[in-house]
């Protein structure tokens, strides 16, 4: 079985698409209202300075996600 | 509640996004001055306005900012509770024009629940400055509603947008209330459901809707609706019927339960990127191109820190340096005013008491706050307020988050600290941005270790007068930011530490989940904000200080004049309370300044001076030389000054700040807690820092 690069792989400057949310919870709901549905393009624009969180564009707003949170979003990086 | 003046008055509800410019549309439609600022969560409390057209006359609700209406927080649900039950006659979902294709999915969550919805979207003119073309035409088509393009910061667009309300209102079209098509099982359902419930409710909610809400099981509204509707729809035999033959039809096509919140967002998410795609016409790399250079600056692994540090620190340099003169001017003049009411009273042949009463303590104190307090505040609000408008923010707590992160608690806690910077009570009211409850308990209790505007200049009066030493000009100012920013970061530490030992007490848990928005940097509108932050913040601020100076005047003067024996009840209390003081490293008029300084921590200072003055005269009002000489007089060194600092950043939280705790937090045990914690940390670290300074000098 492959496994799929999370949020947190990406770099900032790198795009690619949501395969799934494995989120549960209210962070899932929040997600989805944001608009991270499975398919949507999403891009990495950077990093807090400590490295976590780090900010992503979603739908043209960037939103910063923690990386335990973000672990639990996958990507076809 | 109800918020009607007049039969005909239109009852509308302002929806949208957070931080899409709600406020400044209501503030700017009303004349009411909510405050705004560029973060999201600015508004947690509705507010209500009222204002009149040729036609029409309109009271307005500004309600939360939510992403959605499937709501999670208090603040998103009172915000949905208002747009199902308020009655409004119409409802106008405010769109950021920057990021339509997010805000969307809220106005097609609206036109699902209310029958005449209005479309703004607004800052137009930061999406041309973007080079974002919206179609604004072609959106009102493919939504079925009247859109209107506004720039809520300026008031000229806005009579474009009362015409349009106004011809909206008289229109009387009802916008489609089925503006989105979900997956054909889904639909199925939903065709089984809607008819029943349509009559079932009568029309006062959305069949389409109900049914939705029904699949998408959410207790807490079921809840709602069953008081509103007055009668349960769910425990109705035909309605359950009816439930469970759709739930049939959606198993059959492999759908269950847990998947019905996933289907209905994919649903909107699906239709509001289509309407995007229709209207909206922009380069996404283009658009975000300065915000990308500007974050990589203020958000960078090398730069991010120490830039947040000098900003901080260049904040307090300006407030210290831009203070000193106007302080001394006004104090001159308030101080020459004072011989003048002396000499009214003798010409009225006032009795003595009489003047001493109220020009010797009301007036003298209110003098002092006034003098001390006014120009440091009137410079920090504005500097703050630019700052806020900025879109910065955000960035410091995403910055920091990861230090909350480490102590069990939410970086958006660097928000409601920055909101305590400039009033505690306010800072306090703003932890309602923090989703969970312990998390914002944390916050709640945490937010007085963050010096407020009232306690700020008492600390740059002591740093003067003891610590920045007679260098002249720049160094000493240079100086004296430098340990304000060193007496503020004593504050965060403290914040941190306390954070990290409630959540491993009586807090415990782990950190919840956290997303938080990075608005775009918007250009602050100078001009308005030293205008706004002036008789906003400021005055407000110095009003309340003002009414709690006057009755301390009395009360000290009378204090330092009524005798007990050989010495004024001043100086007993004084005395009585010096040998605790002195454990501390202060003396008794401090502590007295301290606890008289309850309702207003501007008063502090104030205070004490007035109690040094009933038995010394001060030679040149206003010198803060002079003020120095007449505190050494009375015994203080450096320590002493030292020991007051720490004091005055760590002690109980003030009386407003305390009924704000007990109302936020519902718990007078909270409320308790948040007095004691900064107020033991205080008189630990006092005593810690006097007995240690006390064996090595």
């Known amino acids: ?77 | 509640m109800e918020y009607k003046k007049a039969a005909n008055d239109k009852l509308i509800a302002i929806a949208g996004n957070p931080n899409v410019g709600k406020s400044t549309l209501f503030n700017n439609l009303t004349g009411k001055n909510q405050h705004t600022g560029n973060w999201p969560g600015k508004t947690v409390t509705s507010a209500t306005g009222y204002f009149q057209t040729a036609l029409h006359s309109y009271i307005l609700v500004d309600i939360p900012g939510t992403y959605s209406l499937m709501a999670h927080s208090p603040e998103e649900e009172a915000a949905r509770n208002f747009l199902c039950f308020g009655k409004a006659d119409a409802a106008i979902v405010v769109c950021d024009a920057t990021c339509l294709e997010r805000n969307l999915n809220l106005v097609l969550q609206t036109m699902e629940l209310v029958p005449r919805v209005l479309v703004c979207v607004n800052l137009m003119d930061e999406a041309k400055r973007r080079h974002i073309q919206i179609d604004l035409a072609n959106l009102s088509e493919n939504l079925d509603v009247p859109v209107i393009g506004t720039t809520a910061r300026d008031k000229k667009s806005l009579y474009e947008f009362t015409e349009t309300l106004d011809q909206f209102i008289d229109s009387r079209k009802q916008s489609p209330l089925c503006p989105v098509t979900y997956a054909p099982p889904l639909e199925s359902a939903l065709a089984i459901l809607e008819p029943l419930l349509h009559k079932k409710a009568h029309g006062a909610l959305p069949a389409r809707w109900l049914a939705l809400r029904l699949l998408d099981t959410d207790s807490e509204l079921e809840k709602e609706i069953t008081t509103y509707l007055g009668q349960n729809l769910s425990s109705d035999p035909a309605v359950c019927q009816a439930l469970s033959e759709a739930w049939s039809l959606l198993a059959a096509a492999h759908i269950q339960r847990e998947e019905m919140q996933d289907l209905i967002t994919t649903g909107l998410i699906r239709r509001a990127e289509q309407i995007y795609r229709c209207s909206v016409q922009e380069d996404r790399e283009y658009a975000r191109k300065n915000d990308q250079k500007l974050d990589r600056f203020l958000t960078d692994r090398r730069s991010g820190y120490p830039v947040m540090l000098l900003l901080l620190a260049f904040v307090f340099w300006l407030t210290i340096t831009g203070a000193n003169y106007p302080s001394r001017l006004l104090s001159h003049i308030l101080f020459s005013i004072q011989d003048l009411l002396t000499r009214l009273f003798y010409l009225m042949n006032a009795p003595a008491w009489l003047h001493d009463v109220l020009v010797l303590g009301a007036y003298r104190v209110l003098a002092w706050v006034v003098s001390v307090m006014l120009p440091p505040m009137a410079i920090f609000f504005p500097l703050f307020t630019l700052l806020e408008d900025s879109g910065y923010l955000p960035r410091i707590a995403y910055n920091l988050d990861h230090v909350f992160c480490r102590c069990h608690s939410c970086g958006k806690q660097a928000l409601t600290m920055c909101m305590g910077f400039g009033c505690n009570a306010a800072g306090v009211t703003g932890c309602r941005i923090i989703d969970s409850p312990r998390e914002r308990l944390i916050a709640i209790l945490t937010n007085s270790f963050v010096p407020c505007n009232g306690r700020f200049p008492t600390l740059t009066a002591l740093i003067t007068m003891f610590f920045a030493g007679s260098a002249l000009g720049l160094l000493s100012s240079i100086g004296s930011a430098l340990l304000l920013t060193g007496v503020v970061l004593l504050g965060v530490l403290m914040t941190f530490l306390t954070s990290w030992l409630l959540s491993r007490t009586v807090l415990k848990g782990i950190p919840s989940s956290f997303t938080l928005e990075l608005p775009p940097y918007r250009k602050p509108q100078v001009g308005k904000v030293l205008l706004r932050s002036i008789f906003d913040r400021t005055l407000f601020v110095l009003g309340r200080a003002a009414c709690a100076a006057a009755p301390a005047g009395i009360l000290i003067w009378s204090m330092a004049n009524i005798h007990l024996g050989s010495s004024s009840l001043l100086s007993l209390c004084a005395g009585f309370l010096d040998p605790v003081a002195a454990w501390f490293g202060l003396d008794g008029v401090i502590l007295m300044a301290f606890i008289l300084g309850f309702p207003a921590n501007e008063i502090v200072i104030p205070i004490m001076l007035m109690a040094y003055l009933e038995e010394s005269v001060l030679t040149e009002p206003g010198s803060l030389l002079a003020l120095r000489e007449l505190l050494v007089s009375h015994g203080w060194t450096r320590l002493t000054a030292a020991c007051t600092m720490i004091f005055s950043l760590l002690h109980w939280p003030c009386s407003t700040t305390l009924l704000t705790i007990h109302r936020e937090t519902g718990s007078l045990k909270w409320t308790f807690l948040s007095f004691l914690l900064p107020t033991a940390a205080g008189l630990i670290l006092c005593f810690l820092v006097a007995n240690i300074a006390r064996i090595f000098l």
Not at chain 1, 17 to 39: C, Y
């Open chain 1, 1 to 77: 079985m492959s496994k799929h690069p999370c949020l947190n792989d990406m770099n900032p400057g790198q795009s690619a698409h949501v395969i799934k949310l494995n989120s549960s919870g209210s962070i899932r709901r929040r997600l989805l209202d944001l608009g991270l549905t499975e398919h949507t393009q999403i891009q990495c624009v950077g990093k807090s300075p400590s490295g976590d969180p780090a900010a992503f564009l979603i739908r043209g707003a960037v939103i910063a996600i923690r990386a335990i949170d973000g672990k639990d979003i996958l990507v076809d990086l």
